[in-house]
C-alpha cells in the first residue's frame, strides 16, 4: 500500500466503512501534528475516555 499523499510505501493504515488509506511516516505526523492543534484530538479523547483510569 502506498502513502495518499505521495508515492512513499505507507507506513501506517486507517480503514473505515471497508476504506483504507495509507500514509508514509513523514505524512502521518503532518497529518497528527494537525489533528493534535485543532479542537478534534480533544473531543477525540473525549470521545475514547484517555484519561479514564480504571
Known amino acids: 500500500m502506498y502513502c495518499h499523499y505521495c508515492d512513499r510505501e505507507a507506513a501506517y493504515a ?7 488509506v ?3 511516516d513523514e505524512h502521518f ?4 501534528e494537525a489533528l493534535a492543534d ?3 484530538l480533544a473531543a477525540l479523547r473525549e ?3 484517555v484519561d479514564r483510569t480504571d
Open 47 to 49: 470521545r475514547l475516555d
Open 29 to 32: 505526523r503532518e497529518r497528527l
Open 14 to 20: 486507517a480503514e473505515k466503512d471497508g476504506v483504507r
Open 38 to 40: 485543532s479542537d478534534g
Open 22 to 24: 495509507g500514509l508514509c
